[in-house]
């Protein structure tokens, strides 16, 4: 099991930057593929990014691709989400997720075993 923490939310204006991070207890860190999810207010959980255990593959949101970047330290148990040119649409809380890295990674909500509590992000106009 592993438990996760996000931080690094906020205020942030209109082509602004921001980098999410999340951080991870439990089990060794690398047994787990990981997922960066949001969800808007009235709207379902959707993927931003995600990340193999080793790093070497990634996925982005078509939404996202060119201005956000996931990566992750495996010694220091964290992932991240940089998020560069940020637009009012990205304004929702995000969550990073977590699942066992012989599966690899994915981009479906219902494929994450673990999820941490979320952060706000809020992109001002």
């Known amino acids: 099991q592993v438990q996760l923490v996000e931080s690094g939310g906020g205020l942030v204006q209109a082509g602004g930057s921001l980098r999410l991070s999340c951080a991870a207890s439990g089990r060794t860190f690398s047994s787990y593929a990981m997922g960066w999810f949001r969800q808007a207010p009235g709207k379902e959980r959707e993927v931003v990014a995600a990340i193999s255990w080793s790093g070497g593959g990634t996925y982005y949101a078509d939404s996202v691709k060119g201005r956000f970047t996931i990566s992750r330290h495996n010694a220091k148990n964290t992932v991240y989400l940089q998020m560069n040119s940020l637009k009012p649409e990205d304004t929702a809380v995000y969550y990073c997720?977590?699942?066992?890295?012989?599966?690899?990674?994915?981009?479906?909500?219902?494929?994450?075993?673990?999820w941490g509590q979320g952060t706000q992000v809020t992109v001002s106009s």
């Open positions: 997720a977590a699942r066992g890295a012989a599966w690899g990674y994915s981009e479906y909500v219902g494929q994450y075993d673990y």
